[in-house]
């Protein structure tokens, strides 16, 4: 069973708007959250973490939301830039473990 | 330069010839994990380490061995390689459970 989970396999945004990834995940147990980018031929880079017992963290165009009670969180990118046009992968942390999803495929416009 | 690194980057072999995967960090992080990348699957953990002779099995552990004899190293082993372990293999390691997880840069296995 996917305790992590990154519905939608892709996103096509203008350059300039806003990107919203979504993760939703199961474990009541993951207390530390996290994003990472992947260009093809390259290992995941991180991007931008929270831990549960925050809401929101910012980091310049990268801003991450979570919302324990409906185990969802999102990243959002503002504006969106051509060289964002990557793989997104939500992590999850529980103890020892980090639980990737799926990922996410965002493509953004110039 | 804090990094991992995996070798080889590429490897085409043969159904059950024993192969090995080298995998290092310098960074003296204590958590170190392998990861395998299939499409539509996205980064499956295969195994991971929190310490020194201290392993664990992740979610898809079948037909892979891994040791941690050294904080610095952790090797990936597929003793019978089989044409469903061909696949993208990424080594991490990190510093604790509430910290970023550092990748190498991947090794594309080809069992054939």
């Known amino acids: 069973d996917q305790q992590v989970k990154q519905n939608s396999p892709s996103l096509s945004v203008q350059e300039g708007r806003i990107s919203i990834l979504n993760c939703d995940y199961t474990n009541s147990m993951f207390d530390y959250f996290l994003w990472y980018k992947k260009y093809p031929a390259e290992g995941p880079t991180f991007l931008i973490s929270i831990s549960s017992i925050k809401d929101k963290n910012e980091d310049g165009r990268f801003t991450v939301f979570l919302n324990k009670s409906a185990k969802h969180l999102s990243l959002h990118i503002v504006p969106s830039q051509p060289g964002d046009s990557a793989v997104y992968f939500c992590a999850a942390s529980a103890n020892s473990k980090l639980t990737f999803g799926k990922g996410i495929t965002l493509s953004v416009r110039p | 330069e804090a990094q991992v690194t995996q070798n080889p980057r590429y490897l085409i072999t043969v159904t059950g010839k024993k192969l090995t995967v080298t995998c290092s960090q310098n960074?003296?992080?204590?958590?170190m994990s392998w990861y395998r990348q299939d499409p539509g699957l996205g980064l499956r953990q295969i195994y991971y380490?929190?310490?020194?002779?201290?392993?664990d099995k992740g979610d898809v552990p079948e037909g892979y061995k891994v040791s941690r004899k050294e904080k610095r190293n952790f090797p990936l082993i597929l003793e019978s390689p089989s044409p469903n372990q061909t696949s993208l293999y990424f080594c991490?390691?990190?510093?604790?459970?509430?910290?970023?997880?550092?990748f190498g840069q991947g090794t594309r296995l080809t069992v054939v």
């Open positions: 991490a390691s990190r510093w604790d459970w509430n910290t970023e997880a550092f």
């Open positions: 380490s929190m310490n020194v002779e201290v392993t």
């Open positions: 960074m003296n992080h204590e958590y």
